[in-house]
T-cell receptor
Framework: EDKVVQSPLSLVVHEGDTVTLNCSYEVTNFRSLLWYKQEKKAPTFLFMLTSSGIEKKSGRLSSILDKKELFSILNITATQTGDSAVYLC???????????????FGQGTILTVHP | DGGITQSPKYLFRKEGQNVTLSCEQNLNHDAMYWYRQDPGQGLRLIYYSQIVNDFQKGDIAEGYSVSREKKESFPLTVTSAQKNPTAFYLCASGPQKQETQYFGPGTRLLVL
């Protein structure tokens, strides 16, 4: 059974802190690792990673994938109260046929940033 | 305005009743997905469809049914066989054979 595990499950920091969120996976026919941010309702897409060791960056957020050790991290530097959200990671598979695009999600990390 | 819409925002179900959640997209995406979100469990896949008139069961399909008669629409019916339907339901769409999915605002289903 495919499994994605995130840690920590929750995190409380103060503005300006740097945080690292972890995502490990055990997925058959792994193809990609995606990160989403969910503030109240719809998760919004952050990154998709398919290659090991190549960092993706968007402003204060960055992410990297290690396909040998089967994990990814999401870093947020100089956190702001607007970063408070649930961060979800998901593993995509390449099983062919109708399984394309199928994602297995982790439980999410609840990040709270205090002023 | 391109996007995914879900309705209603809140839905109440009585015991033994079937209810249908609506999901519509105008992004011209071939693939559509339904997820259920419970506290502490992330998103779990109920059903997905890569193309019109075709759909597959996800990890927790029991007690649910779907149809995909039009590219833009992927309604989910929660049947009376689903014994624990209270959850937040998210619909998503994406290009065919690609993992990136875009989510609607969700429907919260409550049992009376």
């Amino acid at each position: 059974e495919d499994k994605v595990v995130q840690s920590p499950l929750s995190l409380v920091v103060h503005e300006g802190d740097t945080v690292t969120l972890n995502c490990s996976y055990e997925v058959t026919n792994f193809r990609s690792l995606l990160w989403y941010k969910q503030e109240k309702k719809a998760p919004t897409f952050l990154f998709m990673l398919t290659s090991s060791g190549i960092e993706k960056k968007s402003g204060r957020l960055s992410s990297i994938l290690d396909k040998k050790e089967l994990f990814s991290i999401l870093n947020i530097t100089a956190t702001q109260t607007g970063d408070s959200a649930v961060y979800l990671c998901a593993a995509g598979v390449n099983a062919g046929g109708t399984s394309y695009g199928k994602l297995t999600f982790g439980q999410g990390t609840i990040l709270t940033v205090h002023p | 305005d391109g996007g995914i819409t879900q309705s209603p925002k809140y839905l109440f179900r009585k015991e033994g009743q079937n209810v249908t959640l609506s999901c519509e997209q105008n992004l011209n995406h071939d693939a559509m997905y339904w997820y259920r979100q419970d506290p502490g469990q992330g998103l779990r896949l109920i059903y997905y469809s890569q193309i019109v008139n075709d759909f597959q069961k996800g990890d927790i399909a029991e007690g649910y049914s779907v149809s995909r008669e039009k590219k833009e629409s992927f309604p989910l019916t929660v049947t009376s066989a689903q014994k624990n339907p209270t959850a937040f339901y998210l619909c998503a769409s994406g290009p065919q054979k690609q993992e990136t999915q875009y989510f609607g605002p969700g429907t919260r289903l409550l049992v009376l």
